[in-house]
């Protein structure tokens, strides 16, 4: 169990990391690009693309910043009942958490999928790209947010088994 704990802690922290770059990445890009149409638009002609691609850049590190504070327990919560419960059944309400968000991210992915499926032959108006590239974004992201939560159950295991293996 150490060792799938070790595994899934590396592959998760590795997406992380990977996540980190490709949002700051995004966000620059989105600024460099709206930056440049707004000087474009008071000096020369304005870009055709420009709210598109930013749109798109939003889209994208929307979800892969979702993936970020997934991994950090940053999203919104209502922890005061779970925390005034008992350790033990604290950590099995947060692993029945985990596997309620996994089932939440394996069905999103799906249909993120499903989603591609149907744009397959749809292109974006002012870029002319296949819109199956934007929805990539959704079933990429989830797979990351479903590695952290398996990484997070194998995480709460160790700390039952170990408590119970020290009482």
Not at 53 to 79: E, P
């Amino acid at each position: 169990m150490a060792k799938l704990e070790a595994i899934l802690n590396a592959a998760s922290d590795y997406a992380d990391k990977a996540t980190v770059s490709l949002v700051f990445l995004i966000m620059c890009a989105m600024v460099v690009v709206t930056t440049l149409q707004v000087i474009c638009r008071v000096f020369f002609a304005a870009l055709t693309w420009s709210e598109e691609l930013s749109r798109y850049l939003l889209v994208w590190g929307t979800f892969f910043a979702a993936t970020m504070a997934y991994k950090r327990g940053n999203h919104i919560a209502i922890t005061f009942v779970i925390e005034a419960l008992p350790k033990k059944i604290h950590a099995l309400f947060v692993i029945l958490s985990y596997l309620l968000s996994l089932v939440f991210f394996a069905a999103a992915g799906y249909y993120g999928i499903e989603m591609i499926q149907m744009q397959v032959f749809q292109i974006s108006p002012a870029m002319s790209i296949p819109m199956k590239y934007i929805y990539y974004s959704i079933p990429i992201s989830m797979l990351i947010m479903m590695l952290h939560a398996l990484a997070g159950i194998a995480g709460r295991i160790r700390q039952i088994v170990a408590k119970e293996e020290a009482a």
